[in-house]
C-alpha cells in the first residue's frame, strides 16, 4: 500500500469507535462524522497555497495569510454528502462538482446519470469525499470520469478504508493521494468493511 496517509489522532479514535458502535443514534453519527470529517480535511488541506495578505491588527500592521481558492470538494453520492456539509463550514468558499454514477449490478460498469463541475477543474486539486473505500469501485469511477473532464490532481478524504480498496486506487491511480483514519482488516464476502461500521449511508441518513 502506498500513498495512503492514516490521520491518527485522539478525537479521531474517539469518534471513529462511535460511528462504529451499532448502538449510535443517528443524531450521534452525524455529530461524529462531522468532527472526524473536519479533522481529515484539516490534514489533507495542508498542501493549499496561501496568499500573502497585510492586515491591521487593533495594534500594529502585520502580514497574514488566506487560502488561495483553489479546492473543489466532490462528494460521492450519497454518503459523500455527509462529508461536505463538515468540509464546507471549514472552508465555505470551496465550490463543489456533482457527478452521480450507478453501477449496473451485473457488469459492474458505471453509469453516468449526473454530473456539474465548477470552471477550470484542471487548475484545482480536488478532494473526492467518501466516507467508505471498500472495494474502491465507487471512487475509482469517480477519479476516471474526473480525469476525463481534465481534473490533473486529486486527492481522495475517507473515514474507513479496507486494503483491498486502498490497492485499487494505487493500481488505478497512482497518482492520487488518500487521506483515512482507518485503515480496517478486510472485505467480507457481501464487500462490506471488516470491522467497519456497517453502511454508512443507512446510518447517516436514518434509512
Ligand atoms: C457506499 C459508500 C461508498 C461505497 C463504497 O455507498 O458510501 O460510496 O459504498 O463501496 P466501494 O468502495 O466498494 O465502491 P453505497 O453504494 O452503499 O451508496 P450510498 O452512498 O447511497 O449509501
Ligand atoms: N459501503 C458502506 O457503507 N459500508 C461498507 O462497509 C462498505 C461499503
Redesign the pocket.
Known sequence: MQNVQLIDHPLTKHSLTILRDKNTDTETFRRHTAIVSQIIIMEASRTCKLNVKQIETPVASMQGYEIYRSLIFVPVLR?GISMLVPARDFLPWTSVGFIGLERDEETAIAHEYYQKFPEHIEKKLIMVLD??L?TGGSVSDTIFRLKEKGAKRIAIACI?AAPEGIKRINKEHPDVKIYTTAIDDHLNDK???VP???????RYFGT
Open positions: 454518503a466516507p467508505m471498500a474507513v464487500k462490506y468493511i467497519g461500521l456497517g453502511d454508512f449511508g443507512d
